[in-house]
């Protein structure tokens, strides 16, 4: 039995939401915390380009500096992914790979590690799958939580009973459109973090990085779970302004984009990882 945490939940002059037990994102993050760290958070999409680097690739995240890891999930139709994820998901489909074979991937890291592993995955799969068998195929695979980009409030609660009864986290995605009314709404559902959008549209690489300060002082009026930063960072020194006010930075398609290069992706994928961790130490 896990302990209970007083970060889960919505916290903040409001809060009637009991505690939860703490699962592993949670308690990596007081981790974090109490040690004045902050993390990084890559996305790797399951099976690109191939199930064997993606097993290499989570087997040496935490050597490379890596906190927790997101794992997409292949989908044919992503909602909100540039043309480097939605190229790198098709071409996984195209090789096959299915949900049983990303959770049979992911069982067989989760006893060599201690990295957070997420999974981002479309509603439609949930749905399709059944609500509380994916759930519970997620947290028999080892996963710690995730995030689903595309489900709205009503859905979400239909789900969160099941993600409470597994002790997994639940982020769900606050864009810089999103209004305050929804923003309480979305707060008080999320479990583990807050998935903060640096930007509005489609993922992939930028060169500028936008001032989050205002925003990230907004959603800590209503709630001291941990805040994660995505959407267009690519380099160390995004991932370092990111964290200056954010608790996280999660980095998605310049990772991807470097695992499609010619030789050993796992490699070249924890070279670039073990770069943006410098942004973490402010080197």
Same mark, same amino acid.
């Given at each position: ?150 489900? =709205? ?19 769900? +995605? ?37 001032? +989050? ?50 030789? =050993? ?10 770069? +943006? ?7």
């Amino acid at each position: 039995m896990r302990s209970t945490s007083p970060m889960v939940g919505l916290r903040g002059p409001s809060n009637s939401v009991p505690c939860q037990l703490m699962s592993r994102i949670d308690e990596l993050f007081a981790s974090a915390r109490r040690d004045n760290r902050l993390s990084l958070m890559p996305f790797v999409v399951a099976g690109y380009p191939g199930l064997d680097a993606t097993e290499m690739f989570l087997h040496g995240l935490e050597e490379a500096g890596a906190t927790m890891a997101e794992v997409g999930f292949p989908f044919s139709d992503p909602i909100a992914d540039g043309p480097v994820i939605a190229a790198a998901m098709h071409h996984t489909l195209s090789q096959g790979v299915t949900i049983d074979t990303v959770l049979a991937t992911v069982g067989r890291v989760r006893s060599s590690t201690g990295l957070g592993l997420i999974a981002m995955v479309s509603y439609s799969i949930v749905h399709r799958r059944g609500r509380e068998t994916f759930v519970r195929e997620l947290a028999d695979a080892g996963f710690d939580g995730l995030i689903i980009p595309d489900i =709205d409030l009503a859905a979400a609660d239909t789900l969160l009973p099941a993600i409470d009864a597994a002790d997994l986290s639940f982020a769900m +995605l606050v864009a810089p459109t999103t209004l305050p009314n929804r923003l309480k709404a979305v707060i008080q559902r999320c479990r583990g973090f807050i998935y903060l959008l640096a930007r509005t549209g489609l993922t992939g690489a930028r060169g500028d990085m936008p001032d +989050l300060t205002d925003r990230v002082a907004e959603i800590r009026q209503l709630s001291d779970l941990p805040i994660a930063a995505g959407f267009g960072i690519s380099t160390a020194d995004q991932v370092r302004s990111a964290t200056t006010s954010c608790d996280a930075a999660i980095v998605g398609s310049a990772l991807v984009d470097h695992m499609r290069a010619e030789g =050993d992706a796992a490699a070249s994928g924890l070279a670039f990882v073990q770069t +943006l961790a410098t942004g973490l130490r402010g080197d």
